[in-house]
Structures are given as C-alpha cells and as structure tokens.
C-alpha cells in the first residue's frame, strides 16, 4: 500500500526557517517524482515544489522561489522542503505527492507563520 | 487569481449529472494534459481523473473527463450524496513554467 507521511509543522515566527519530511512507503520511491503542494486553512489547492526522480530537475512557484528548497534522499525513500524566510501567508497545510500527475497523496502537516 | 478558472460552485440533485468546467489558455490547457482531484473537506485531495480521461482503478465510471482546446470538464452522472466534496483541474503551465491549479469548486448535493 502506498503511503506518503508529512511530519515537521507547527507555528513558526515570521522570517524563521522550518523543514519539512515527507516519508514514503510502499513503492520504489526512486522510481517517481515527487511534489509539495499547500493549501491555506479553507483555501484552494496551490503546487508549491517538485522534483525528478534523480534530483536533476526542481522547480517552484514564483511565490516561494529563492526561500524554499525542495530535495530527496532516495536512500531514506523521503522528500523534503526547506523553507527558509517565512512570511505570514505561508501559512498552510502542506501535502507530499507522488509522481507527474500527483496520484497519492499524505495527509498533510499545518504550518503556521504568526509571531 | 487562478491560472485556470472553475466556477466556485455547482450543486445538483441526486441522480442528476452536474459537469465542472475549467478554463486555461495555450499555455496550459491548450498544450498539455488535465487532471482532476476530489477533496472531500477535512482530508486530503485524491486523483479523480488523469491525463485528460483517464480513471485510476477504483473510481466509479460515473466520473468522466474531457478537454477541447483551452477547457475541460469533469463530468459526474448520477450524482449522489458522496459526491458532495471540492474538485479541482490541474495541469502544467509553459507561462510560468510550474504545475498550476484551478481555484477549485463546491460542489453541493441538494
């Protein structure tokens, strides 16, 4: 069965730094691409990072390109976010996805930037 | 502001079939495939349907998609009360050179 596990929310102050791990079980992780998408608390969706398979190709949304830094360890089979200079409207539930058109999905973890 | 515009809201009764349009340009829409997910509030997205129409195993045959130039639609027949949840298009946009969302819309089973 395959499972995607986000871990590393919680409130952070604005203008600090926050990463994000996104643990995946249940198919060859090195096999996929991956992506970070958020969504604000009774907001739509919004496609924030995404990486290759071999960590080749990244790329962001304007709104987080230069703070935040997507990356994987396929030997942990994880995906990570490093968001780094965070501002108020970064506040949202941010959710791993597996593969180009995003078939399984985590939970999600809340990030709250809010001093 | 949504790269891709849906309408905010849909509803419809049980049994009817609603369709859910999504707008784009040659960017996105027009050059590339659409797919659609299913949120049902509290939990996470789902892939309803991929590459333009194509189901993942599991999803009724009640859900279909289509694409004509710079739209697609997400069509549902014989609407029931499960059915009721947010249901966004993505695809990839050349313009801004990342995946881009619809603002979503609420569907309601009357």
């Known amino acids: 069965e395959v499972q995607l596990v986000e871990s590393g929310g919680g409130l952070i102050q604005p203008g600090r730094s926050l990463r994000l791990s996104c643990a995946a079980s249940?198919?060859?992780?090195?096999?996929?691409?991956m992506h970070w998408v958020r969504q604000p608390p009774g907001k739509g969706l919004e496609w924030v990072s995404g990486i290759s398979w071999d960590r080749r190709d990244t790329g962001y949304a304007d709104s987080v390109r230069g703070r935040f830094t997507i990356s994987r360890d396929n030997s942990r089979n994880s995906l990570y976010l490093q968001m780094n200079s965070l501002r108020s409207e970064d506040t949202a539930f941010y959710y791993c996805?597996?593969?180009?058109?995003?078939?399984?999905w985590g939970r999600g973890t809340l990030v709250t930037v809010s001093s | 502001q949504s790269v891709l515009t849906q309408p905010p809201s849909e509803s419809g009764t049980p049994g009817q079939t609603v369709t859910i349009s999504c707008s784009g340009s040659?960017?996105?829409?027009?050059?590339?495939?659409v797919n659609w997910y299913q949120q049902v509030p509290g939990t996470a997205p789902k892939l309803l349907i991929y590459?333009?129409?194509h189901r993942p195993s599991g999803v009724p045959d009640r859900f279909s998609g289509s694409k004509s130039g710079t739209s697609a639609s997400l069509a549902i027949s014989g609407l029931q009360s499960e059915d009721e949840a947010d249901y966004y298009c993505?695809?990839?946009?050349?313009?801004?050179?990342?995946?881009?969302f619809g603002g979503g819309t609420k569907l309601t089973v009357l």
């Open positions: 590459n333009n129409n």
């Open positions: 996805a597996r593969n180009t058109i995003m078939d399984y």
């Open positions: 249940g198919f060859t992780f090195d096999d996929y691409a």
């Open positions: 040659n960017s996105n829409i027009g050059s590339e495939t």
């Open positions: 993505a695809t990839w946009d050349d313009r801004v050179n990342g995946r881009v």
